[in-house]
């Protein structure tokens, strides 16, 4: 599979944790950037690495507007949708590399 296409994806701390989402055009490197805290901000400060839920789009204008909807959900939604395909909140990154 190719990863470089376009992703939203959800970052925690812990399970239960502190969630991030974003959009990226290559999931490998940009959860990469995450991990090794290449870039300052959110995702550095409050120690949020691990990728738990990813959805691949077909073009970045859909992945854009599903991370802008994923952002208005209630935590309760976001929790139920990663649990639904990851219920342990397990890494999924190295499972792509």
Known sequence: ????QPCVYMLA????????IGVTSDLLRRVW???T????????RYNV?????????????????????????????????IEGENPEWCDLYPALS
């Open 33 to 35: 950037q995450h991990k």
């Open 37 to 44: 805290r290449a870039v300052e901000g959110f995702t550095h």
């Open 49 to 81: 690495h691990l990728l738990v839920w990813y959805e691949l789009h077909p073009t970045m204008e859909s992945a854009i507007l599903r991370e802008k909807t994923l952002k208005g959900w209630k935590r309760a939604w976001k929790n139920r949708l």
């Open 13 to 20: 701390s812990c399970k239960n944790g502190t969630l991030y």
């Open 1 to 4: 599979m190719d990863w470089r």
